[in-house]
């Protein structure tokens, strides 16, 4: 399994986490970061391109490669991520969600695993309500 992140470090407790809880093989070697720092006065769009292109992907790996993604935090961004990776895969990822809290010891933030998300379930399901 291949982690995707758009995002704050993968850490190796995050890692663990994974394995523990959700029985999925992942390690260090699993995870590509790319650094989403982009220029908010410009268009997101092309930027965005830049971003999933820094992955190293062609088409045929998006749609066979198993994959979960960690979107940036800005809802701009994350939003038109999704959607490129969606154009190169044929679907939407499924995301791997973080949430921060505070470390009792350090007192700084750090991030642990919440759950994984299948945003493809979430909108079929939203299809069949009224």
Same mark, same amino acid.
């Given at each position: 399994m291949k982690i995707v992140n758009f995002s704050h470090a993968v850490s190796l407790e995050q890692i663990a986490q994974l394995r523990?809880?959700?029985d999925l093989? $992942? &390690?260090v070697e699993n995870v590509i970061g790319v650094k989403t720092d982009l220029d908010l006065a410009q268009p997101l769009g092309p930027q965005? $391109? &830049?971003?999933v292109d820094a992955v190293g992907w062609g088409r045929a790996d998006w749609e066979t490669t198993?994959?979960?993604v960690i979107l940036p935090s800005h809802p701009d961004i994350a939003v038109l991520v999704a959607a490129e990776i969606e154009g190169r895969s044929g679907h939407l990822p499924d995301v791997l969600r973080r949430k921060p809290v505070k470390?009792?010891?350090s007192g700084m933030t750090r991030f642990e695993v919440v759950e994984i998300t299948n945003p493809y379930a979430h909108r079929?399901?939203?299809r069949r309500r009224d």
């Open positions: 523990e809880n959700f093989e $992942v &390690t965005v $391109v &830049t971003l198993p994959a979960l470390d009792e010891k079929n399901e939203a």
